[in-house]
């Protein structure tokens, strides 16, 4: 099965989404330009897909969203500033974001749920499997997983998602996948999929995380999937008929990923996140990580 697939170079990235959960921040920003230490989140997820061997990258966006093109793009005011003040440094870094990979842009105009913004980017992919990757999940890069799904693609065919096992209250919260053992290490057989169960009906804890290799007849599926959940168009409802049906474009496996992972969407995970990276940051975590000790040795001393 593996030889006749075509090698997938395309990464489709909803970012077409409000970002209320940290307004004010993002009533002129968008969610995806805050930073993580000193990086806007999407540049970690593009980075991502790069590094994965996807260089082409579609976002999918939606008003207010300019600033992601600017980032991704030249600056030439700022670089001939900077060339000016001989600071190759900081050039390097503000050419990083513009030389990383082919960027394409599409505009969800409305924002009727991740399944609609995943079939917006139909026209740009064709008939290949693709990649989807959420913004709001960072992956660390030292446990690569997206490498890992898109191998995983190739040797099965059809589908793969990002599955990660998560506490019984937390799994509202997610898509939830019906699983069943492949045999192989690590990837599952998944059986069937519900959009943000409640704890009583989930059929498993495992949580579908934001990376998915998918096949183009989700494209097909997409275009008739109704509303579900929250009157969105759902993604996971698109998945879960692929798995129904693995005539038409299935099967769908699932990785089950088992590495750090950061929700940037909510804002205690976001905190977090930023602490965790500053810290491991050769230039900055040395000081920043001194200063930690003392003020979490301050903060026991008053409880
Ligand atoms: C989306 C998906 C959900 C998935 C989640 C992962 O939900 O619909 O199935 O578990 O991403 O982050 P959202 O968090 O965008 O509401």
Known sequence: MTQSHPRISKAVIPAAGLGTRFLPATKATPKEMLPVVDKPAIQYVVEEAVSAG?????????????????????????????????????????RQSSDLATMHYVRQGDPKGLGHAVLCAAPHVGREPFAVL????????????????????????GSVIALMEVAPEQIHLYGCAAVEATGEDGVVRVTGLVEKPDAADAPS?????????LDPHVFDILRTTEPGRGGEIQLTDALQQLADDEKVGGPVH????????????DRGDYLRAIVRLACEREDLGPDFRAWLRSYVAEEMQQS
């Not at 959420?134 to 065919?157: F, K, W």
């Open 254 to 265: 699932g990785v089950v990923f088992q590495g750090r992972r950061y929700d940037t969407g």
């Open 134 to 157: 959420l913004g709001d999940d960072l992956i660390d890069p030292r446990d690569p997983l997206l490498a890992r799904m898109i191998e995983t693609q190739e040797r099965h065919g």
């Open 205 to 213: 804890n495992y949580a579908i995380i934001g990376r998915y290799v």
């Open 54 to 94: 996807l260089d082409d990258v579609l976002m999918v966006t939606g008003r207010n969203k300019r600033p992601l093109e600017d980032h991704f793009d030249r600056n030439y005011e700022l670089e001939s500033a900077l060339e000016k003040k001989g600071d190759e440094e900081r050039l390097a870094r503000v």
